[in-house]
């Protein structure tokens, strides 16, 4: 799908999720609570709105910035399970223009001064790993080691 920008984490332990696989309650709560907050981290990453540009006549609606926000009708803030431990969160707009705007593929020309979700996707990624780290040291002590 264009204009997704994905955000894989590793687990450390490899094996953790095959590990957990007895106990599958606590590995999807685990997985669940993590997830939440992953995606609460990305809406966290979001850039303010940039300079409006020397010239520039238009005035600004902030309609794009509302419909970031959490809680908005136009806001993607999904969690869902994909199966035993593996679970998808999914951050974004479902405001029509958007893709011309902020999109990674599809940002109009006249948009370049706007970040892309390109942009978001680097600044969080290195957050969200953190917290899923944390999700494995939690795990492996539940495991004994």
């Known amino acids: 799908m264009p204009n997704q920008e994905l955000i894989e984490v590793?687990?450390?332990p490899p094996?953790?999720?095959q590990r957990m696989a007895k106990y599958p309650k606590e590995l999807d709560r685990e997985m669940n609570k993590t997830t939440e907050a992953a995606v609460l981290h990305v809406h966290?990453?979001?850039p303010p709105y940039p300079a409006i540009p020397a010239g520039s006549s238009y005035a600004r609606t902030l309609t794009?910035?509302?419909s970031l926000a959490i809680g908005d009708g136009q806001n993607i803030k999904t969690v869902k399970r994909l199966g035993q431990g593996r679970y998808e969160g999914r951050f974004g707009t479902r405001?029509?223009?958007?893709?011309h705007v902020?999109?990674?593929?599809t940002q109009a020309r006249h948009m370049r001064h706007w970040w892309t979700m390109?942009?978001?996707k680097?600044?969080?990624?290195?957050?969200?790993?953190?917290?899923?780290?944390?999700?494995?040291?939690?795990?492996?002590?539940?495991?004994g080691g």
């Not at 405001?95 to 893709?99: D, G, R, T």
């Not at 290195?126 to 944390?134: R, T």
């Open 64 to 66: 794009l910035g509302r």
């Open 10 to 12: 590793k687990m450390n």
């Open 118 to 120: 390109k942009t978001v």
């Open 102 to 105: 902020i999109g990674t593929l």
């Open 122 to 143: 680097d600044k969080a990624q290195a957050g969200i790993q953190k917290l899923f780290d944390k999700m494995a040291g939690r795990m492996v002590k539940f495991l």
């Open 15 to 17: 094996d953790l999720l």
């Open 95 to 99: 405001l029509y223009y958007a893709p």
């Open 44 to 46: 966290g990453s979001v």
